[in-house]
Protein backbone atom coordinates (compact mmCIF):
# COMPACT_ATOMS: atom_id res chain seq x y z
CA UNK A 1 0.00 0.00 0.00
CA UNK A 2 1.63 2.81 -1.30
CA UNK A 3 1.22 5.92 1.66
CA UNK A 4 3.02 9.58 1.50
CA UNK A 5 3.67 11.50 4.77
CA UNK A 6 3.90 15.27 4.60
CA UNK A 7 5.37 17.53 6.86
CA UNK A 8 7.47 20.47 7.78
CA UNK A 9 4.41 23.15 7.72
CA UNK A 10 4.04 25.58 10.73
CA UNK A 11 3.65 29.10 11.56
CA UNK A 12 5.97 32.02 10.38
CA UNK A 13 6.03 35.45 9.76
CA UNK A 14 6.90 37.19 6.59
CA UNK A 15 10.14 36.29 5.14
CA UNK A 16 10.38 33.54 7.21
CA UNK A 17 11.22 30.14 5.80
CA UNK A 18 9.97 26.16 6.56
CA UNK A 19 10.99 22.78 4.93
CA UNK A 20 8.58 20.75 3.28
CA UNK A 21 9.37 16.74 3.24
CA UNK A 22 7.21 14.21 1.90
CA UNK A 23 8.03 10.53 2.50
CA UNK A 24 6.87 7.90 -0.04
CA UNK A 25 6.65 4.22 1.61
CA UNK A 26 5.03 1.34 -0.55
CA UNK A 27 6.66 2.44 -3.59
CA UNK A 28 9.72 0.56 -5.40
CA UNK A 29 11.35 2.02 -8.15
CA UNK A 30 10.87 6.17 -6.73
CA UNK A 31 13.10 7.42 -9.08
CA UNK A 32 10.33 6.48 -11.92
CA UNK A 33 8.08 9.23 -10.24
CA UNK A 34 7.52 12.72 -11.28
CA UNK A 35 6.88 14.16 -8.00
CA UNK A 36 5.28 17.56 -6.97
CA UNK A 37 3.97 20.04 -4.24
CA UNK A 38 0.55 21.60 -4.22
CA UNK A 39 -0.81 24.17 -2.19
CA UNK A 40 -5.04 24.83 -1.20
CA UNK A 41 -5.27 28.28 -0.31
CA UNK A 42 -8.06 29.37 1.65
CA UNK A 43 -10.93 29.59 -1.07
CA UNK A 44 -8.87 28.62 -3.70
CA UNK A 45 -8.75 25.37 -5.66
CA UNK A 46 -5.61 23.47 -5.15
CA UNK A 47 -2.92 24.41 -7.51
CA UNK A 48 0.98 23.50 -8.16
CA UNK A 49 3.42 25.26 -6.63
CA UNK A 50 6.52 23.17 -7.90
CA UNK A 51 7.19 19.94 -9.92
CA UNK A 52 10.46 17.64 -10.29
CA UNK A 53 10.40 15.29 -13.54
CA UNK A 54 11.70 11.87 -13.90
CA UNK A 55 14.60 13.03 -15.73
CA UNK A 56 14.84 16.30 -12.84
CA UNK A 57 13.24 18.58 -14.96
CA UNK A 58 11.79 21.53 -12.53
CA UNK A 59 8.46 22.96 -13.10
CA UNK A 60 7.65 26.28 -10.34
CA UNK A 61 4.69 28.57 -10.23
CA UNK A 62 5.64 31.70 -11.44
CA UNK A 63 4.74 33.13 -7.84
CA UNK A 64 7.45 31.31 -5.98
CA UNK A 65 10.11 30.98 -8.46
CA UNK A 66 13.36 31.83 -6.99
CA UNK A 67 11.76 31.51 -3.50
CA UNK A 68 11.26 27.82 -3.31
CA UNK A 69 12.79 24.93 -4.28
CA UNK A 70 12.26 21.42 -4.68
CA UNK A 71 14.45 18.53 -4.65
CA UNK A 72 14.11 14.50 -4.52
CA UNK A 73 16.04 11.98 -2.78
CA UNK A 74 15.59 8.86 -4.61
CA UNK A 75 16.93 6.49 -2.08
CA UNK A 76 15.18 7.71 0.82
CA UNK A 77 12.24 8.07 -1.06
CA UNK A 78 11.87 11.75 -0.19
CA UNK A 79 10.83 14.82 -2.16
CA UNK A 80 11.49 18.35 0.05
CA UNK A 81 10.44 21.66 -0.97
CA UNK A 82 12.60 24.13 0.52
CA UNK A 83 10.66 27.86 1.15
CA UNK A 84 12.52 31.08 1.70
CA UNK A 85 11.05 34.87 1.95
CA UNK A 86 8.03 33.58 2.87
CA UNK A 87 4.99 35.82 2.29
CA UNK A 88 0.98 35.76 3.46
CA UNK A 89 -0.04 34.44 0.24
CA UNK A 90 1.67 31.28 0.60
CA UNK A 91 -0.51 30.65 3.21
CA UNK A 92 -1.93 26.94 2.50
CA UNK A 93 -2.22 23.70 2.90
CA UNK A 94 0.53 21.95 0.70
CA UNK A 95 0.12 18.20 -0.07
CA UNK A 96 3.33 16.07 -2.33
CA UNK A 97 1.96 13.84 -5.22
CA UNK A 98 3.87 10.78 -7.34
CA UNK A 99 2.83 10.16 -10.82
CA UNK A 100 3.59 7.27 -12.95
CA UNK A 101 0.61 4.81 -13.51
CA UNK A 102 -1.41 5.96 -10.71
CA UNK A 103 -1.20 9.34 -8.73
CA UNK A 104 -0.72 9.21 -4.87
CA UNK A 105 -1.35 12.05 -2.68
CA UNK A 106 0.48 13.20 1.05
CA UNK A 107 -2.29 13.82 3.33
CA UNK A 108 -1.21 17.69 3.42
CA UNK A 109 0.41 19.58 5.92
CA UNK A 110 -0.54 23.65 6.94
CA UNK A 111 1.75 26.83 5.96
CA UNK A 112 0.51 29.91 7.96
CA UNK A 113 2.49 32.82 6.54
CA UNK A 114 1.10 36.05 9.04
CA UNK A 115 2.32 39.00 11.18
Known amino acids: QVQLVDTGGGEVRPGGSLRLSCEASGISSFNLYTTGWYRRAPGKQRELVAR???????DYDDNVGGRFTIARDNPNNIVTLEMNDLTPEDTGVYSCDVVRFSEYWGQGTQVAVSS
Open 52 to 58: ITVEGDL
